[in-house]
């Protein structure tokens, strides 16, 4: 039986050794690289697929990665064929200990997984700025909402009333551009849920990223994305605004994110019904 | 919900920090809940009528008679005839004590006092038949002990209803009559026994129309979808911490049961393709005005008073700003009783 500890375990190792794939070069088929032209790894979003560990108040870990199974530029525009996956436990209640590591309940659990198509329109973006990036994805995704019961077959408790993600497509364009040794990202995204399908109707949302490449080592940064979910068959509508601030430190592989953050809104998951306002920190593994 | 955030087992100096910048490190805002996934509430009136808590009831086709525990009944032939006090005279009352339980009482020096509770069943020909429990009350307001379970005929409109002179079954053990309806002339009869403490287990019988006040016809339904003919070796269906209903909705094909939920005061719908379920995961019909300190009572959906698109119910609260009974109308949606 797999555990959900097990495939967070088992989805990291994926990212860590996909992290040495050869970028798409122009007027080849590769396999296997980054799935977006512009990278959703430094978005706040708590729906990005890459290891994580918020440390607090409420404790969260994250195993995920999207990566790109194939990509292909042609015309100007590279298209990229990719998967998207992660799990993400977290707990009900605040962190209780910290050492020797950071210990808190297990409650909630989130499976989501996903495959898109990206069209980064290079062509288009080089005439707009050396550096800059658009991109268009479109992805199909499936998100479930899991608790973890008591190990001795105790009572279970009674969570048919909450919303399930279920099923949705989600368009969202991107747009990247350097100002100086500033690189600002942005993101507008759409989900439209399938009816019947899911606790949702839709959910536009959006990223704001400023990343500042000060210092070859170190890269301060700021991340924000809201979103606003609209309720269907009698759910009330849900909101979450997140807010990271923090350092990253690049490396060949990628960046190590270590963050203080901000989230106002309904949390997720199982526990949605619950509005809150939070402060804690993490850190976050960006491979691509 | 004051701010939490202790952050144990830090080292002073990290502490500090982390208090400083995380001084409300979890606020929580609201809790919210879930409205109908199926419909709203489009009418929700008090019952002009000297409160006598919550009924229950008879379903007929032209209306619903509701049998209070003091033994009085009204029939309401619709929601809007409810909400403006409208119904029918019915003899007091309809179920009565015999005259050796009256000559009990007279005699009894321990402060105790026979009472009949009723709790619900089916009507078929016009024909009504009503589960009651046969208690003893006092001394003290929770002093209530049934000892046993019987049924009562009403065989003319308006009219008492005629007890079966033997019960059928024994207080302390599984019982049934909560709620019925009955199809092809069998009695699907539902009974939900308070095991413990927030545990109310609802099991099924079955008996012919024609049998119902023997108490050997009856056929329970078992672990295995088998009628069986002991009432101890039944399953339990649903849980109910309050009143149910049952009924087959006739626009959507299935049947469906209420469930009074005491603890989250709220109704409740599950439904199922037929009397044996297997019952749905419960859907939120709508919230009841519980006061502060108690239950809500009763909570009933009454098929007599269905209007086309819309179910009827009614429960009783003290709660302000309406105490009362109350009568609501349930719109449904298109969809609304299709399984999910």
Redesign the interface.
Same mark, same amino acid.
């Given at each position: 039986m797999v555990t959900p500890r097990a495939a967070v375990v088992a989805v990291a190792v994926v990212a860590v050794v996909g992290a040495g794939a050869t970028p798409a070069r122009a007027g080849e088929l590769t396999f296997l690289g980054p799935a977006r032209e512009i990278s959703h790894s430094s978005s706040a979003s708590r729906d990005t697929a890459l290891p994580a560990l918020q440390l607090g108040p409420h404790r969260v870990l994250t195993g995920g990665a999207e990566a790109a199974l194939a990509a292909l530029p042609a015309g100007g525009v590279t298209w990229r064929l990719g998967f998207f996956g992660m799990l993400e436990l977290e707990s009900e209640g605040e962190t209780t200990a910290w050492a020797p590591f950071p210990q808190a309940d297990i409650r909630f659990w989130r499976g989501h997984y996903g495959y898109a198509v990206a069209a980064s329109l290079d062509r288009l973006a080089a005439r707009w700025c050396d550096g800059c990036a658009v991109e268009a994805t479109l992805s199909a995704r499936h998100e479930s909402e899991h608790y973890t019961g008591a190990n001795d077959g105790g009572p279970g408790t009674d969570y048919s009333d909450r919303p399930h993600v279920g099923n949705y497509l989600m368009l969202d364009v991107a747009a990247r551009r350097p100002l100086g040794a500033v690189e600002l990202t942005a993101r507008v995204q759409y989900r439209q849920f399938l009816p019947g399908q899911s606790g949702w109707a839709e959910a536009p949302g959006a990223d704001l990223i400023a990343r500042w490449r000060r210092w070859p080592r170190l890269h301060p940064f700021g991340s924000a994305f809201g979103e606003y979910a609209f309720g269907t068959r009698g759910f009330p509508d849900a909101y979450r605004v997140r807010v990271l601030i923090g350092v990253m430190l690049p490396s060949p592989r990628g960046d190590l994110q270590l963050y203080v953050s901000g989230d106002v809104g309904h949390r997720q998951g199982l526990a949605v019904f619950t509005e809150e306002r939070a402060l804690g920190g993490g850190v976050r593994l960006a491979f691509w | 919900m004051p701010p939490?955030?202790? #952050?144990?087992?830090?080292p002073a100096a990290v502490a500090a920090t982390a208090a400083v910048?995380?001084a &409300?490190? $979890? $606020?929580?805002?609201?809790?919210?809940? !879930? &409205?109908? !996934?199926?419909g709203a509430v489009t009418t929700d009136c008090v019952v002009p009528l000297p409160d006598r808590g919550a009924p229950a009831a008879l379903e007929y086709p032209d209306g619903t008679l509701w049998i209070f525990d003091d033994g009085g009944a009204a029939f309401v032939a619709s929601i809007d005839d409810a909400c403006a006090g409208v119904v029918a005279a019915w003899p007091d009352p309809v179920l009565a004590l015999t005259a050796e339980e009256e000559a009990d009482d007279q005699t009894r020096t321990d402060g105790r006092a026979w009472a009949l509770r009723p709790r619900g069943g089916v009507v078929a020909a016009g024909v009504g038949y009503l589960y009651y429990d046969r208690v003893l009350t006092g001394p003290g307001v929770f002093d209530v002990e049934v000892i046993d379970t019987g049924v009562c005929t009403i065989a003319d409109r308006p009219g008492p209803c005629a007890r079966a002179p033997a019960p059928l079954w024994p207080g302390g053990a599984r019982s049934w009559g909560d709620a019925g309806f009955v199809e092809d002339g069998v009695a699907y009869v539902y009974g939900c026994d308070h095991l413990a403490a927030f545990t109310d287990l609802c099991a099924l019988a079955r008996v012919p129309v024609a049998d119902v006040t023997d108490a050997a016809a009856y056929a329970y339904l078992g672990w295995d979808d088998a009628w069986r003919p002991r009432g101890d070796d039944t399953v339990t269906l649903f849980e109910a911490p309050g009143a149910i209903s049952a009924s087959r909705h006739a626009p959507s094909g299935r049947v469906m049961v209420t469930v009074a939920d005491l603890w989250d005061s709220r109704l409740e719908l599950r439904t199922a393709a037929g009397p044996a379920g297997g019952f749905d995961? !419960?859907l $939120?019909l709508f919230d009841v005005a519980s006061p502060p300190d108690w239950f809500f009572a009763g909570g009933r959906e009454h098929a007599g008073l269905r209007e086309p698109g819309a179910l009827a119910f009614s429960y009783a609260t003290t709660a302000a700003p309406a105490p009362g009974l109350h009568v609501v109308r349930f719109q449904v949606a298109d969809e609304g009783l299709q399984p #999910?």
């Open positions: - | 939490t955030c202790s #952050w144990p087992g830090l910048a995380s &409300a490190c $979890v $606020v929580e805002m609201d809790t919210e809940r !879930p &409205a109908s !996934p199926i995961d !419960p $939120v #999910w």
